[in-house]
């Protein structure tokens, strides 16, 4: 379930502070709910610890992710059509 899958990916980036892909997934998911504040700031998280994060190619190329959650970040990104991977 969503939540869950949320409080997972906070959980991970709390625990390990400098893993940015954890920042990263949990600003999709965020962002997916509609909470686009708390995406961004996860977003920026990502970004002051890994710039890549600012490239949906470089995201697409080195994540293993569903689809939607590939789709809800290029959204993140400003992408017009938000590809799913």
Request: net charge negative; proline share 5%.
């Given at each position: 379930?969503?939540?869950?899958?949320?409080?997972?990916?906070?959980?991970?980036?709390?625990?390990?502070?400098?893993?940015?892909?954890?920042?990263?997934?949990?600003?999709?998911?965020?962002?997916?709910?509609?909470?686009?504040?708390?995406?961004?700031?996860?977003?920026?998280?990502?970004?002051?610890?890994?710039?890549?994060?600012?490239?949906?190619?470089?995201?697409?190329?080195?994540?293993?992710?569903?689809?939607?959650?590939?789709?809800?970040?290029?959204?993140?990104?400003?992408l017009p059509?938000?590809?799913?991977?």
């Amino acid at each position: 379930d969503d939540a869950h899958a949320l409080q997972l990916a906070r959980g991970v980036a709390r625990r390990s502070a400098g893993y940015a892909e954890a920042h990263a997934s949990a600003a999709a998911m965020l962002y997916a709910g509609g909470r686009v504040a708390d995406a961004e700031g996860e977003f920026d998280a990502a970004n002051e610890l890994e710039a890549g994060w600012k490239s949906f190619d470089v995201v697409a190329q080195n994540t293993r992710w569903p689809p939607r959650l590939y789709a809800a970040f290029g959204k993140l990104l400003g992408l017009p059509d938000a590809p799913t991977q």
